[in-house]
């Protein structure tokens, strides 16, 4: 509520417009052509700047305006410096005009619905990105669009789905599909590219080019998407193969570009990406951090959804675990912040040790050997939602240890970078569906994110999605955009002698030197 | 030839260009996009501005450019703010960039292609427009329009035509469609709704609405026609029904609208449409002139071609005529300005009287009565290329005398009505290729021109057509054009009793008031 409630306080400079026309009927005193004569009409409530109209609306036009009496209700979008008609319907129809942000995001597709002239979220919907059949990650896709036909067949199954997804959202709002007039959709460079029926070949391969950096405002019909024909969609630029529009979004949503005091974001996902700074410098870097962290990838591991585990805690003194499920249902399986919260309580009660290691004397009938690795059982058969024991193997440990290891590398990397210590940071922005559902205290204790205040910590949620729906409403955001991107400076991170090191000692609950983290006993 | 010279000496701010680009490939230091990279690159031969990219072009420079040494030899034109890029060739291509120049005529379209880089003309072509098969004049046009599908099959009649003498005549000079990156367009204000597949329904009904006055830039898919897609159409404004972009591209062609002096520029077809001023005031007019001056109404008038007559002179002492003809061919029918060299020469050899009447007692041998109607023979069965005698009828004469009174009257009137008197101007052009034929001196002797010294009229040719190929060249020329559009102020001609009064004057020899003509014997 809190994002919504900032997006409709800064509505005040919309860039897709709905203007309600009165025109005076022609007479031979007054020739002005009828397409002139509203662009007149318009101008008036416009306050100036030129405004361009299609043949295909400009044929309309003077039928309509004698049907309806010279009234209309117009909608307009400001291009890179003229106004374009998109659309005009006659003035008792009176409905809303709409707009869908999209974060396109390699696993999950989420849109947003918003109202144009309110600012007001009209309904959301998250999916799975339907190019996972083609490919689960970036690089199996920019693979799979070098084949015959691959490019396409992977950009129809993107537009396809969301075209029915917004279709679908609309119409369970009421909203004709023709009074969807704008999008604004924020991806990483790969997914914006499949977005644009452009071909990634180059992003994966040294020295990692991509065809463009700043795709700006394009048609509908260029890419099929169905909303308006004659609408507009601002797609986010990127600075690069690894520093897309997404994390553009994610600055835009969290202001940090517009503060004094230095602030970190961090975009968890298949990649972390960290953007550091303040009004004055930008500075951004990505590194993988593991598949540990995203759902779906560990065997145990899955997207957020009724029945699984986000909360763990565990009674150091009987090794009970406490689990906390989605719609308190019986533990079905555990997500990415659920695991977080789960192998930080049992370090904290003794269950694993120092290195992430089971210690079977603290965990007694909880273990389980499977295949010759140890298991531990999270939740028994006779509770569990599935009928069958939930549990956790020594392996996909392992895994969360690496990706939280690679995290403080990250993060401690790209901070001595710029020459920074942490202690100079007031605000840490934890962005992504899964930073939404991270509790900050067990990332400290695990060693994932770096011992500052609890309320240092501020969840953002999907930031790619809050940035793409400010930049659809706010033509200040949409130019800030380019602002951000112009200022950002990528900072590639180098796999060097001193980061294998710095991740030797950061695989270590919670770091082998422990006064980076006074507060983790 | 002087057109085309000063053309080429104003073509200095070309405004779509061909740009010789390299670039530096890309490297881990340089990462910058391949579209963008390109665009840099451009950037600096350009000298600033911003450059769009359609995702369709953008598509293919990745390869382009790793295939040809990251060079290229690019296209852009200018839109309202930003640069487009149109086509990008490999650098040892090198052809000419061309652009085809278009005067939409009611009757005959004339095309002109352009080299856009040196301004010259590549080669010229024109043909009846095949949308006579639907209407032979603009109303019958507009009522074709109107049908079932009509409005489509006028465009498509026109388009098709277009296209395929574009194609022809690039074809005969070795240069390739795709190098034809844009068009300019002028016509009157239904020709070019016709061409914008724009409905001209309101044109020709009360109070005469187009619907619109500034196509402005258009891209060639919009209305089909077959130059290179990705490049540009300019469409010349009108101000209204009655006043197209025929007559300002006459405007900027005469160049009237910068000197001090008051010039008049009158187009001749099936309108006479009359323009005076001079840089700080433009006023303009049209009126129906008659039939008789256009080619292939009178029975005898046709368009200019081989052994059409184009000048008479005849002997005052024995009556005998002496033709010139198109080629020297022996004469087989004669055209509007041969027709109007005949009457005069007619009336100076006293073989018409003041009234335009044949005079039976000087014509003597001449005279045929054919259904009842006096003829004239021009020339006799056994001089003429037909085999038969060519002849004119007193029916014929009658017509050309209210044509030519209409001018006079509409002239005089135009000149009354903004208070000046012929004595106030010292040009006097005359558009359209009419006006290139046409013997001033006959013309004052029948009255239908002014009694101005004879160095005072110039023939410009097709001004049309001219003003298009300049306004495709020159990015001055063309943002001139809104100028002269916003400047002219259109005055219709009232047809009241002073009007007819004037009109019945003016229906003699040549005139009621010969001191008008003090030049005439």
Redesign the interface.
């Known amino acids: 509520m809190g994002k919504q409630a900032m997006d409709r306080s800064e509505h005040t400079d919309p860039w897709i417009r709905s203007i309600e026309v009165k025109t005076s009927p022609?007479?031979?005193k007054?020739?002005?052509?009828?397409?002139?004569?509203l662009i007149k009409g318009i101008g008036k409530e416009l306050g100036g700047g030129?405004v361009?109209?299609?043949?295909?609306l400009?044929?309309k036009?003077?039928s309509f305006l004698r049907n309806h009496g010279y009234q209309a209700e117009t909608v307009l979008y400001k291009g890179?410096?003229?106004w374009h008609l998109t659309e005009l319907w006659p003035p008792a129809d009176a409905g809303s005009v709409c707009g869908v942000a999209v974060d396109l995001g390699t696993s999950v597709i989420a849109i947003r619905l918003l109202d144009l002239v309110t600012g007001d979220v009209k309904g959301e919907a998250s999916f799975l990105n339907p190019q996972i059949q083609a490919g689960p990650d970036i690089l199996t896709r920019i693979h799979f669009a070098g084949r015959e036909g691959g490019l396409q067949e992977l950009q129809t199954l993107l537009m396809d789905r969301l075209n029915k997804e917004i279709h679908r959202l609309a119409q369970s709002r009421g909203i004709s599909i023709q009074r969807i007039v704008g999008a604004s959709v924020a991806g990483n460079t790969t997914m914006t590219h499949l977005f644009?029926?452009?071909?990634p070949?180059?992003i994966c391969r040294?020295?990692?080019?991509?065809?463009?950096?700043?795709?700006?405002l394009?048609r509908p019909e260029?890419?099929g998407l169905k909303i308006n024909g004659r609408g507009v969609i601002f797609v986010f630029p990127?600075t690069?193969?690894y520093f897309g529009g997404d994390v553009m979004a994610g600055i835009l949503a969290s202001g940090m570009n517009h503060r004094e005091e230095v602030s970190i974001l961090v975009d968890v996902g298949t990649n972390a990406e960290v953007v550091l700074g303040n009004r004055d410098w930008l500075v951004a870097c990505a590194g993988a951090a593991g598949p540990a962290l995203e759902g779906g990838v560990a065997s145990m591991g899955m997207m957020a959804g009724p029945g699984v585990i986000d909360r763990v805690l565990i009674d150091p003194a009987t090794g009970e675990i406490h689990v906390r499920t989605i719609g308190n249902l019986p533990p079905v399986g555990i997500c990415g912040s659920g695991m977080i919260d789960l192998v930080a309580q049992l370090y904290l009660a003794g269950m694993l040790d120092v290195r992430g290691k089971i210690v079977p004397e603290r965990c007694g009938a909880r273990i389980r050997k499977i295949d010759g690795v140890p298991h531990l059982v999270v939740a028994f058969s006779k509770d569990s939602g599935t009928g069958e024991d939930l549990t956790l193997s020594q392996a996909e440990i392992d895994t969360l240890m690496r990706s939280k290891a690679a995290m403080h590398t990250i993060l401690t990397t790209v901070i001595r970078m710029v020459h920074l210590e942490w202690k100079d940071f007031r605000r840490f922005y934890v962005a992504g569906t899964f930073g939404s559902y991270i509790n900050p205290r067990s990332a400290i204790v695990l060693g994932m994110l770096p011992d500052l205040p609890l309320d240092a910590y501020e969840a953002l949620g999907n930031t790619s999605l809050a940035g793409a729906g400010m930049a659809l409403l706010s033509l200040r955001k949409r130019n800030e955009v380019d602002g951000i991107r112009n200022r950002v400076t990528y900072v590639?991170m180098n796999v060097n002698q001193e980061f294998m090191n710095e991740f030797s000692a950061a695989k270590f609950i919670p770091h082998t030197d422990r006064t980076l983290f006074p507060s983790v006993p």
Do not use: H, M, Q
Not at 52 to 56: A, I, M, P, Q
Not at 196 to 199: A, H, I, T
Not at 206 to 216: A, D, H, K, T
């Open positions: 022609p007479s031979l007054d020739n002005t052509a009828d397409v002139d004569r030129e361009k109209v299609d043949l295909s400009a044929g036009i003077p890179v410096s003229s644009l029926g452009l071909d070949y180059w040294e020295p990692y080019i991509p065809v463009l950096n700043r795709p700006g394009i260029e890419v990127n690069g193969s590639e």
